[in-house]
């Protein structure tokens, strides 16, 4: 029993050991060809050249036999590959489209932060636009409604508000501080007045008179004519006007 162990280690021995020169159909020729592996459709040979993948129909007959080629096992096999290859291209097309997300985000972030300053900027001019054309009106309104001179005095010439200055009140949103004044002409009466002229316009008429060109003369006209002289007032002033509150209000301290 033990002669008979022996005798078939060595066999075994000598199989795997043992590596012959391997002839394939297309004609090439792998030294030392030892098989290695399969697939339904190829061997694996390690050969003193390497390692090579090679089709089952390209072995000699016995090979062939040894190592059929299993076509249920291929088509089961290759709708596993397809299978694979498009679960790939499935994650490919979703990461390059998560990719164009990311970058169409830092996009519009980068364009949001482009913007931000001009938006605000405009938002700022237009809310400023807003509240010299109020401002105006409110502080016009004021001295001819609310101003002693202008509501005692007999006749008005004229009413002209000037705003300096308006700034936003700081840590307010709509509320305003203003400076100005306001030029008005009041009382006016009608006097006579005789035209002056210039000693220029004087020469002039004589120096045309001294000529004669056979015209009568050149006379100045003296005559006198009526117009309507006012008194001047400049009134400096100061104000509030607060557009956050639900009736705005227009707060005016005289300077």
């Known amino acids: 029993m033990k002669a008979i162990l022996t005798l078939f280690g060595i066999i075994l021995l000598c199989s795997s050991a043992f590596a012959d020169d391997l002839t394939l159909t297309d004609g090439r020729v792998l030294k030392d060809?030892?098989?290695?592996?399969?697939?339904?459709?190829?061997?694996?040979?390690?050969?003193?050249?390497?390692?090579?993948?090679v089709a089952k129909t390209l072995l000699p007959p016995d090979l062939q036999a040894k190592y059929p080629v299993d076509e249920a096992a291929a088509r089961i096999a290759n709708e596993k590959n397809q299978q694979a290859r498009f679960k790939a291209r499935e994650l490919e097309q979703a990461e390059y489209q998560r990719s164009l997300k990311v970058k169409a985000e830092r996009e519009e972030t980068a364009k949001i932060s482009t913007r931000a300053p001009i938006e605000e900027e405009a938002n700022r001019n237009d809310r400023l636009y807003t509240a010299k054309r109020e401002v105006q009106s409110l502080a016009e309104k004021y001295f001819r409604t609310e101003y002693d001179l202008v509501t005692k005095a007999k006749n008005i010439g004229s009413l002209k508000v000037t705003i300096s200055d308006l700034q936003l009140v700081e840590g307010w949103a709509n509320r305003w501080s203003v400076r100005g004044k306001c030029d008005i002409q009041y009382n006016g009466e009608v006097v006579k007045v005789y035209p002056t002229y210039s000693p220029e316009q004087i020469a002039e008429v004589n120096q045309l008179n001294s000529r004669g060109y056979g015209?009568?003369?050149?006379?100045?006209?003296?005559?006198?004519?009526e117009t309507t002289e006012y008194s001047q007032k400049t009134q400096d002033f100061v104000a509030i006007y607060n557009a956050e509150a639900a009736e705005p209000t227009f707060e005016v301290t005289l300077r």
């Open 33 to 53: 060809a030892t098989i290695k592996s399969q697939t339904p459709l190829t061997v694996t040979i390690k050969h003193a050249a390497g390692l090579s993948s």
């Open 215 to 225: 015209y009568p003369q050149t006379t100045l006209d003296h005559t006198p004519y």
